[in-house]
């Protein structure tokens, strides 16, 4: 049980589609944080909230993408118009700073 | 900009020896957490261990240990009698302390031999 849901677990999507992952925390965080892991690399940053503010973005988010926390528990983050390079693992996590960090098992997007 | 470097992009040792993990990282920070992560195959990236950078004694975890050297910007993780279970990727990470960014190295995969 990791504390943090993510779901689909894998997604195939043919390029230019739009697509959209979930993040649930099973407890209350108020921080919550989406990552994006490449293969080979180690997780990168791409935006947190704290409850439903979305409080900074990385420049890895690019207009494409688009992340939501609407009553500050679930989160959704869409990619619109795919890409190759948008293949990834998809990685949520909780907690705070200087603290425990729980992570999703993630959603694998292969764009094809 | 804070960055993590694990030289070691695999290693692999006998059951039940023990295994050194290294990470460097470059920081014009004083204060900051670091840690490391273990991520098995096809499962979810856990807390192995976490060192406040402000606490000389190094943070111990049954069998995980780390040698943390502040001066020296190292951050080494110690595995006394490996189990096939601690087979996984291994990433250092980084945050400043009132930072939001977790920076990761790139990992080390580690493979247990039974």
């Known amino acids: 049980d990791t504390g943090v849901s993510q779901n689909p677990r894998h997604k195939i999507t043919k390029r230019g589609q739009n697509v959209t992952f979930r993040c649930d925390p099973i407890?209350?965080?108020?921080?919550l944080y989406w990552y994006r892991q490449t293969l080979g690399q180690g997780p990168e940053f791409l935006t947190y909230?704290?409850?439903?503010?979305?409080?900074?973005k990385s420049r890895l988010l690019s207009d494409r993408f688009s992340a939501e926390r609407p009553k500050g528990s679930f989160s959704t983050l869409e990619i619109q118009r795919t890409e190759q390079g948008d293949s990834a693992m998809y990685l949520c996590?909780?907690?705070?700073?200087?603290?425990?960090?729980?992570f999703g098992s993630g959603t694998r997007l292969t764009v094809v | 900009a804070q960055t993590v470097t694990q030289s070691q992009p695999e290693m692999s040792v006998q059951e039940a020896e023990t295994v050194t993990l290294s990470c460097t990282y470059d920081?014009?920070?004083?204060?900051?957490?670091l840690f490391w992560y273990k991520q098995p195959p096809s499962r979810q990236m856990i807390l192995v261990i976490r060192?406040?950078?402000?606490?000389?004694q190094n943070a111990t975890e049954n069998r995980f240990s780390v040698n943390f050297q502040k001066a020296a910007k190292s951050f080494s993780l110690k595995i006394s009698d490996s189990q096939l279970g601690d087979t996984a990727m291994y990433f250092c990470?980084?945050?400043?302390?009132?930072?939001?960014?977790?920076?990761f190295g790139t990992g080390t995969r580690l493979t247990i031999i039974p």
């Open positions: 407890s209350e965080h108020n921080r």
């Open positions: 996590t909780t907690g705070g700073t200087g603290g425990s960090y729980t």
């Open positions: 990470a980084f945050i400043g302390r009132g930072d939001e960014k977790l920076t």
């Open positions: 909230f704290q409850n439903e503010a979305q409080l900074e």
């Open positions: 920081t014009s920070e004083s204060n900051y957490y």
């Open positions: 060192q406040e950078a402000y606490k000389q």
